[in-house]
């Protein structure tokens, strides 16, 4: 057993999906470009899918699919959580949707300014 | 608009603007008969003899001997002789010497300003027939061509003594009920009019100055 | 003094320059030059003060003689400005631009010479005579006498005397008039 | 029973989400068959969900339990759970309603795509969900839901700053909703349950680190949605240039969710909520500063929207701390639900108006001036939006100051009045805007048609109707309270017919409903309703000299007096504040009414508002001293009594245009309409002096601390009454001159009532009666004159004593009375007054007042002089006397001020009598003279000696007039110097009639007090641009700022602690 | 009812009547009385005694009038109908029931409210005449009022601290019993701030500019002549030997008999002359900020001393 494989893989998961959120939040904040700006939603929006992921992992845990091989009393102790893989599916398919209307937003905001530079967009304030 | 008709109770007032026409009145003069009792009229005349107040308008050169008249000097108050800085409640006028046209425009205002009974004693050669000035084009030669005249101290100038002689024999006449000179003028007022308009040309004011 | 005579009469072609008093000069100017001369006495000469102007008829020559004083406070010196006008034509330029009160000088000049100065403020309006009617009292061949008697009248016993010969009278009586 | 059941399953909570989603489908169909359609499927679905909500609510509210959905029949956490209570049916039912409305706004937009009609109803239906969801994921989802149907309406929009805007509000919301997840999965990670119900109830498994971070992301995710200050630019932007219909729907129906779903979530929150209480009144407090400053109408209506929100956070969380200590439910629901429903109908018509408007800059508002019906809507939408009544907010603010106040917390109160009174500021300057009508050639016609505002009039309607269950819940919805709002609807009713009778069914109306509101008064009550209804009347009866339509004026004027009369009549706090600031508002609407009214009607608000709220702080530590909104239990408060005092009488006094705050006064006063100015002068400013009597004999004489706060009282009365004489002497206007006497002699009067004595109480009252008569009698002849003249400035007239005699014999009367010289009534006031003042033995008040009644003198004969004497203008030659209508109430004041005069004693001893039941009588009469410690009065022995010794003189000169020959001359016949006048103008001595007074000592009125609240609105402006630094434009900064957010609150709750 | 009977009434008006007729013909007299002590300065005779009646019968015998309107017509009666009234509510000689006059209709106060009375209708009358000099002297008068009203009122509550009463018959009373018992002696301070305010109530120099009879011929009264000049000569006279009266009642003992007021009131006149003749005049803005200097502050100390008074 080495170090490597005593971190369990749920923590790796973790600590990359918070990575990757960090990173997409450094995108969002410092890349004037907003196509940039968009990958980096799109970044942490998978980062934020993978810590979810983790968090319902349970190590050496099997699929959650009650049959003879997991019986219902163990089922909690041996199978992996089910409820965050299907919220992750939503939440892939919410994130993918607000992508979607992002890039629209870009599409159009650049036939109407016709820039990209985010720094432009700003004639409404105080 | 009033009447502006001349008749005996309004004036024309002809030297005035119609506008002007609605701030001055235009009532004629009226004359005052004296007292019905002979007892009262003596008195007033005493006591209006006996409180002579002065104009204080120095129409020429004589207005500086006046002033020596309330001094220690001369002491006028003894006569009951006070100075009077508005026309309201003066009676007696003091014509101080010459008089330019311009100021006996200003000398015909006051004059009518004065309510009845009023007097006028006029200093100095030049009231009486223009004096050194007598060549002017702009001074008047014979003053009561235009205003009633009471009495005159005549010199160039007279001093304060005679000014003070004057004041007393004014209060003699007026004593004696001879002073009329406010009735005279209203009683020739059409008269002393044209004799004033003859004169001053620029007549931007209303017949009779209430 | 002397610099500035050579100066003007070069300039402005002044004449009859006369020395009055040592610090009072006159002299006379064309009337078509006055003005300019005026002004530059004043803003350059420091002849800033302007003393009063008045007026002389000549109605033999035909001609005012309109007379500008000018004072220099420095120098502590005066100068008279002599500029001659006809008669006729009595026009003459305004000079209320150099000093606004010379509208009054104007003002009397023209009541009482008739003199017109185009553009001077107020100079219809009367100044010391009320609607006078009649030509300008001042100018040498108004009657004043005649003027006098015919409008403010004549009061009969008037006589005139001779002071000195009357005076003699009235001190001496009984010498009949004889200082001896 | 079939039926039955049919019924309960159409119109199930559920159906809601069926509908949207059917109609989502079915959109696109019969679009492509017809638009219209489509319009029609698009509208019969949004119907149908406010349908829906209506119809469960009225079931739970008839008794019902609540409705929990669970989707294919599992229990939570497996299922999708929805619940359908009380609170989410109202919010539910208010916010579809509201879109539904918004919709009819929004529809000539909506239609032009089929799919922008489907996102409508898919954002309503998320709103719904986010309302009604129990599942904390499905929250998410809803959010979601909600968030990409506006980002996609948003986007529908072609112009580069909208789509700007929506982009900002998409990276703002995401990151947001990024963290909202996070905290979701976490807060799943430790309770094993997404079920909110269950989360709640295994509250104590969210610990540590991760349960604090869990949290955090959850509730700042939230509350981040609610746009707190300074992470809100990306909102604003928003508000800003999205179109009136989603931005409104955004600001009432988006906001209303979120909050619904911050409020679910608040029992988590824990020590939180100390934050969130701080973060809602910061963005409350920020908000209404930066909004003083805003220009953009749409921006501003963010700024106002996000400040609302921030009132509703604020309100929430105080009550959920509140909630764990003592129950508050009922309460609660009440002010939320007020706050809420009266944000929400308010703001979305204040956006639908600015929809129609079209005016990008609140000045160019004034298009709206000549259509009186869309000012009547703006003015009520904004009033309801400051929280006046009657609206839904105004109950709510007083449920919640007067709960915070129980609980001692004070300086949550002051910071939400104060909110309020910036709002005020900022709305009302917005609508002076509005109603300044502009020259007619710059008139742009807007293209408005009848029924475009009609969403804004439902939402009118509703606001009333919701404002009057709430009075019924809150128990004061008596029918008397509404009166004046009943007999002013009425009246407008009417309002269309022309010409000026109108006025009789006002005065009949007033007359009946004040006979009715007051007829069972007693003691003071009873004589301030003679003076103020009976006053008022007399007063509005000359108010028929105007012969054009005054529209609007009569019911306004119906409310004011009637809402005068429900104020006497008041037993507690909050009907007595009720009628007060209907008093308020409608006098400053009767103000806005006048010649140049809109500017000093607004500062007449601004204070009146100020001085309102701090009646209402008043009131507010009473209730917590003692527990009791009956105002006779005011004197029960204990310690509090002066500071109680102290807020009160501070309040009353600036309504009374005290010393210092008098800048509104002259204003107000001069631009009012002529005979309304007589009214605001000698009626509506006695419910000042009604007040502070009340307040006085409540709390003044019974405590022994309250001496010292009516020592300061009487101070403040004197400096009110002096300053006001000498800023008086030096007034051109006539007006001005008016309203700067009338602050003078309610000094005397404040004075008068600080003494807490038998007389000065007396004297008090007397006077005040006597301003009413004499002040009244003196503005309705300025009514009278200005009409003539058509002029204020006094200096323009003159001599008007020749054309209106009788006008100067009023006025000259009055001025006698009101001087205090003998024999008529302004004498016995001021001799009681100082006798009181010397057997109190406040010697240096007594000598100001002698002072300020000579000073008095001054401008009272300038009046007198340069009007009525002196040189009279040319054109003022033909005018006549002012109209009868005009002098027959003068002519009635001038009888009682005769009467008054020669027998006082009638007058002082119903005086008496009222107050002898506070304190003990010290009148001592002998036969009819008045006798004190000191002196003694014999009125009719000094009308009777006057009237002779004026006689002796009189027939003097008239003998001798005999023997005069007087002539009666012309106005130029005077003796001018020898000379002659030229033109009346420059004979007339008028102008800077006391200029050596001035320079004797007119350093003391140079305008201080106006430098100073200069100073203070310049400071706030300051304020709001260094307080807006933040929103630069950029939407990375904005998206920063929400990421600092959450660091923000990180530290703010102790997270390095962990 | 007023009073019990008419009797009393007619009674009361006849001794009131008398009251009225001293003390004009007093006030007169004393005018005379001080133009001759003025002209014995200056060297001179003076007027004769007689003048100020002969003034007076001269201006009644004039024979002509005008009238600028009825205000203008009245003024001069309103004006000596606050003379009078002013008289009237003041008791004159103490302990005499006959000249208390019509005092029991009021106290201290009304006496110094119905001075203005006159002040008033005088304005409101020369305010109609339409000279402008008239409006001018008004307003230069109003102000000077308002200005040595303070220290007077100051003075007056002082000694209202100190006898505790308003009425001024029992302020008299208090100070009976020998000369050391004068406010004057017993409450100097207020005595020397109401004697300050004396000079600015007189209207005379150095506070007379708004009779200015020079710049603007003799303020308010310009345009009244004849009939109506009579009247206020005459009130000038009464009004005030009423305020010397005032002034001796509150300041310096009242007087038990006719002889005792006439040579009182002729001493606090004296000083109003003395100081008259000795100093030039004030414009009405000096005037004013003098009155509220040291006069003021000197009246703010009284009330401290009356204070301290009835402490000790």
């Known amino acids: 057993m080495n170090m490597l494989t005593d971190i369990p893989i749920s923590l790796i998961v973790l600590c990359s999906g918070l990575g990757l959120i960090l990173i997409g939040m450094w995108g969002m904040l410092t890349q004037r470009n907003i196509i940039r700006m968009i990958i980096g939603f799109s970044l942490m929006d998978t980062g934020i899918h993978m810590v979810m992921v983790s968090i319902g992992y349970v190590t050496g845990g099997t699929a959650p699919i009650i049959n003879d091989a997991v019986p219902i009393a163990d089922a909690v102790n041996r199978v992996v959580d089910p409820v965050p893989s299907a919220l992750v599916l939503t939440a892939i398919v919410i994130g993918l949707g607000v992508t979607a209307v992002m890039l629209a937003f870009a599409v159009r905001i650049f036939k109407a300014r016709n820039t990209l530079n985010i720094d432009e967009c700003t004639e409404s304030k105080w | 608009m009033k009447n502006s008709l001349n008749t005996d109770d309004t004036l024309e007032n002809s030297g005035l603007t119609e506008e002007e026409q609605l701030l001055f009145s235009n009532a004629r003069p009226r004359a005052y008969e004296p007292y019905p009792i002979k007892a009262v009229e003596d008195f007033a005349n005493w006591a209006r003899a006996n409180s002579l107040w002065i104009l204080a308008f120095g129409t020429g050169c004589g207005a500086i001997e006046l002033r020596p008249l309330m001094t220690a000097r001369f002491d006028a108050n003894r006569f009951g002789v006070a100075g009077r800085p508005t026309p309201r409640q003066s009676s007696v006028f003091i014509i101080g010497g010459y008089a330019s046209v311009k100021t006996l425009k200003r000398i015909i205002r006051s004059y009518e300003q004065m309510q009845g009974p009023k007097f006028v004693i006029c200093l100095g050669i030049c009231p009486i027939n223009g004096g050194m000035y007598f060549d002017s084009y702009n001074t008047i030669n014979q003053f009561d061509q235009y205003i009633p005249v009471d009495l005159y101290a005549t010199g160039c100038m007279p001093r304060p003594e005679a000014l003070v002689a004057s004041i007393m024999a004014l209060q003699k006449k007026i004593k004696a009920g001879e002073c009329d000179g406010a009735n005279r003028y209203v009683e020739n007022f059409d008269w002393y009019k044209a004799n004033q308009k003859k004169v001053i040309k620029n007549w931007d004011m209303p017949d009779y100055n209430w | 003094m002397n610099d500035l005579m050579e100066r003007l009469q070069r300039d402005f072609g002044v004449d009859d320059i006369t020395v009055r008093k040592p610090a009072l000069t006159t002299f006379r100017v064309k009337k078509d030059s006055a003005e300019t001369l005026i002004r530059e006495l004043r803003d350059r000469e420091g002849y800033t003060h302007l003393n009063f102007m008045t007026c002389i008829d000549y109605i033999e020559d035909g001609i005012f003689t309109l007379v500008y004083m000018l004072h220099n406070y420095d120098k502590k010196l005066s100068l008279g400005v002599h500029v001659d006008i006809s008669r006729e034509n009595e026009d003459m330029v305004s000079i209320h631009t150099l000093w606004a009160q010379a509208w009054t000088y104007q003002r009397e000049l023209r009541e009482m010479y008739g003199i017109n100065f185009p553009g001077s403020p107020r100079l219809e309006e009367d100044f010391c005579l009320e609607g006078w009617d009649d030509i300008p009292p001042m100018r040498r061949e108004f009657d004043t006498k005649e003027f006098s008697e015919q409008r403010f009248g004549h009061r009969e016993g008037r006589h005139s005397e001779e002071p000195r010969d009357h005076m003699k009278v009235e001190l001496y009586p009984n010498r009949g008039g004889d200082e001896k | 029973m079939v039926t039955a059941t049919i019924t309960d399953l159409l119109l199930h909570p559920l159906g809601i989400y069926v509908l949207a989603l059917g109609a989502g489908f079915l959109i696109p169909l019969f679009d492509r068959a017809h638009r219209g359609s489509a319009i029609l499927v698009f509208l019969l679905a949004l119907a149908c969900m406010v349908g829906i909500a209506g119809f469960n609510l009225f079931g739970i509210i008839n008794g019902a339990t609540a409705i929990d959905i669970e989707t294919a029949g599992i229990k939570p956490p497996f299922s999708i759970n929805l619940r359908f209570g009380l609170l989410e049916g109202g919010i539910v039912l208010a916010v579809n309603t509201a879109a539904l409305l918004g919709a009819w706004h929004y529809l000539p937009r909506l239609k032009e795509h089929a799919s922008a009609l489907l996102l409508y109803l898919i954002l309503v239906m998320g709103i719904n969900g986010m309302v009604m969801t129990r599942d904390l994921f499905n929250l998410f989802i809803f959010i979601e839901i909600t968030s990409i149907a506006t980002y996609a309406l948003i986007g529908m929009e072609r112009s580069g700053s909208v789509l700007a805007a929506g982009f900002k509000y998409i990276v703002a919301t995401s990151i947001a909703s990024a963290f909202f997840l996070l905290g979701t999965i976490f807060i799943y990670y430790q309770t094993g349950t997404l079920n909110i119900d269950d989360i709640i109830a295994n509250q104590e498994l969210i610990s540590g680190p991760i349960g604090f971070i869990a949290t955090l992301f959850v509730l700042t995710g939230l509350l981040i949605e609610l746009k707190p200050y300074p992470a809100n630019g990306w909102g604003l932007d928003v508000y800003e240039t999205a179109s009136t219909g989603i931005a409104s729907l955004i600001s009432v129906g988006v906001s209303a969710g979120m909050f619904f779903a911050v409020y679910k979530l608040l029992p988590l929150a824990g020590d ?543 001025i006698i009375a009101m001087s205090g010289v003998p024999p008529l009534t302004g004498y016995g006031g001021k001799w009681m007054m100082f006798n009181a003042l010397m057997d109190k033995g406040w010697y240096w008040i007594a000598a100001l007042a002698f002072f300020s009644s000579a000073i008095a003198f001054l401008y009272m004969f300038r009046l007198l002089q340069t009007v009525f004497l002196g040189q009279r203008k040319l054109e003022h030659h033909e005018l006549r006397e002012a109209p009868a209508i005009l002098l027959i109430p003068q002519g009635v004041m001038i009888a009682c001020i005769m009467v008054v005069s020669a027998y006082p004693k009638l007058l002082l001893d119903p005086l008496s009598a009222a107050i002898d039941p506070w304190i003990a009588n010290t009148l001592v009469w002998e036969g009819t003279a008045m006798v004190t410690n000191f002196g003694y009065w014999n009125a009719p022995m000094i009308m009777g000696v006057v009237g002779g010794v004026w006689m002796v003189p009189l027939i003097l000169l008239l003998l001798i007039s005999l023997t005069l020959k007087i002539q009666k001359v012309e106005q130029f016949n005077i003796v001018f110097a020898a000379e002659r006048p030229r033109r009346p103008e420059e004979t007339h001595y008028a102008y800077n009639f006391f200029a050596h007074y001035d320079r004797a000592i007119g350093f003391l009125v140079r305008p201080r007090a106006t430098a100073f609240w200069n100073t203070i609105v310049e400071w706030s402006h300051t304020t709001a641009s260094s307080l807006r630094i933040f929103y630069n434009g950029n939407g990375q900064t904005y998206a920063l700022f929400v990421v600092m957010y959450f660091v923000a609150m990180f530290l703010l709750n102790g997270g390095l602690a962990l | 009812m007023i009073f019990d009977s008419m009797n009393e009434w007619l009674s009361k008006a006849g001794y009131f009547s008398l009251t009225l007729l001293i003390v004009t013909i007093y006030g007169l007299f004393v005018g005379a009385l001080i133009e001759r002590i003025i002209a014995k300065v200056q060297g001179r005779i003076g007027i004769p005694y007689s003048q100020p009646f002969i003034n007076i019968l001269k201006n009644f015998f004039k024979r002509t009038a005008i009238s600028h309107g009825i205000m203008f017509y009245l003024g001069p009666v309103f004006r000596i109908a606050g003379g009078i009234g002013t008289l009237a509510f003041i008791p004159v000689i103490y302990g005499n029931e006959m000249f208390s006059n019509f005092s029991t209709a009021g106290d201290l106060f009304l006496v110094i409210y119905f001075m203005f009375f006159g002040q008033l209708g005088m304005a409101l009358g020369a305010g109609e005449s339409g000279h402008p000099y008239s409006a001018i002297g008004i307003a230069r008068g109003l102000s000077q009022m308002t200005a040595y009203e303070v220290p007077f009122a100051l003075a007056v509550i002082s000694i209202v601290i100190q006898y505790d009463t308003l009425s001024l018959t029992e302020i ?79 300041f310096f003992g009242g007087a038990t008999g006719w002889g005792e007021l006439m040579i009182k009131t002729f001493l606090i006149y004296m000083v109003a002359i003395i100081v008259g003749v000795a100093f030039p005049r004030f414009r009405v803005d000096q005037a004013i900020r003098f009155f509220f200097k040291i006069p003021t502050l000197i009246g703010v100390m009284s009330i401290i001393y009356a204070q301290m008074l009835l402490t000790a």
């Open chain 5, 172 to 250: 008299v009373a208090a100070q009976q019993g020998g000369w050391q018992n004068w406010t004057v002696i017993t409450n100097w301070v207020a005595t020397l701030a109401a004697m300050l305010a004396l000079l600015g109530m007189t209207g005379y120099s150095p506070f007379d500019i708004f009779l200015a009879p020079q710049e603007i011929p003799i303020g308010p009264p310009t345009e009244f002549h004849s009939a109506y000049l009579s009247l206020l000569q005459t009130n000038r006279a009464l009004f005030g030997a009423t305020k010397l009266i005032l002034f001796m009642n509150l």
């Open chain 4, 272 to 814: 939180f909520l100390h934050s969130i209480a701080f973060i809602g009144g910061l963005t409350f407090l920020f908000s209404n500063i930066i909004g003083l400053k805003q220009d953009n109408t749409k921006r501003l209506l963010g700024y106002s929207s996000i400040g609302q929100i921030g009132l509703l956070t604020l309100a929430m969380a105080l009550l959920a701390q509140l909630d764990s200590q003592v129950d508050i439910q009922s309460q609660m629901y009440l002010i939320v639900g007020g706050l809420f429903v009266n944000h929400l109908f308010a703001k979305a018509g204040l956006f639908w108006l600015a929809g129609l408007v079209k005016s990008s800059s609140i000045r160019g508002w004034s298009v709206i001036s000549k259509r009186r019906g869309m000012l009547l809507l703006l003015g009520i939408m904004m009033t309801a939006l400051v929280g006046l009544p009657p609206f839904p907010g105004f109950w709510a603010k007083w449920e919640l100051v007067m709960l915070l106040a129980s609980n001692d917390m004070f300086g949550w109160i002051s910071l939400i009045l104060l909110g309020s009174l910036l709002e005020a500021a900022y709305l009302f300057r917005w609508f002076s805007y509005a109603q300044q009508s502009v020259a007619d050639d710059e008139q742009a016609e807007i293209p408005v048609s009848f029924w475009q505002p009609l969403p804004v009039a439902i939402a009118v309607l509703l606001l009333f109707a919701t404002s009057y269950v709430m009075a019924a819940v809150m128990q004061v919805a008596s029918p008397e309270l509404y009166l004046p709002l009943v007999a002013g609807f009425a009246l407008w009713l009417i309002d269309g017919v022309h010409g000026r009778y109108k006025n009789l069914p006002m005065l009949v109306a007033v007359a009946i409903g004040g006979y009715l509101l007051t007829k069972d008064l007693d003691g003071i009550n009873s004589l301030f309703s003679y003076l103020l209804i009976g006053g008022g009347l007399l007063v509005s009866i000359a108010a028929l000299y105007r012969k054009d339509d005054r529209k609007g004026f009569y019911p306004l004027l119906a409310v004011l007096l009637l809402s005068l009369a429900t104020l006497l009549r008041a037993q507690s706090s909050l009907e007595f504040f009720f009628s007060w600031e209907l008093m308020t508002l409608s006098s400053y609407l009767l103000i806005t009414l006048g010649r140049d009214g809109a500017k000093p009607a607004l500062s007449y608000l601004l204070f009146s508002l100020g001085s309102a709220y701090l009646i209402f702080a008043g009131f507010a530590v009473a209730y917590g001293a003692t527990g009791s909104l009956l105002l006779s239990s005011l004197g029960n408060s204990g310690e509090s009594m002066t500071m109680i005092f102290s807020l009160l009488a501070a309040g009353f006094i600036i309504k009374m245009g005290g010393f210092g705050f008098h800048i509104w006064l002259p204003d107000a006063y001069a631009e009012a309409d002529d005979d309304f100015t007589a009214l605001l002068s000698s009626v509506v400013s006695k419910a000042g002096v009604f007040g502070l009597v009340i307040i006085a004999a409540q709390l003044g004489v019974r405590s022994d601390i309250g001496l010292d706060p009516a020592y300061v009282l009487g101070w403040i009365g004197i400096l009110t009454a002096t300053f006001g004489a000498l800023m008086a002497v030096f007034q051109e206007d006539l007006k001005r001159l008016l309203a700067y006497s009338s602050m003078g002699q309610l000094g005397y009067i404040v004075t008068g009532v600080a003494l807490m004595s038998h007389l000065g109480w007396v004297s008090a009252m007397y006077m005040t009666v006597n301003h009413f008569l004499f002040k009244g009698i003196l503005l309705l002849s300025a009514a009278g004159i200005i009409l003539r003249t058509n002029q204020r400035l006094m200096y323009k007239m003159g001599g008007l004593i020749k054309n209106m005699p009788f006008t100067f014999t009023f006025t000259m009367i009055a």
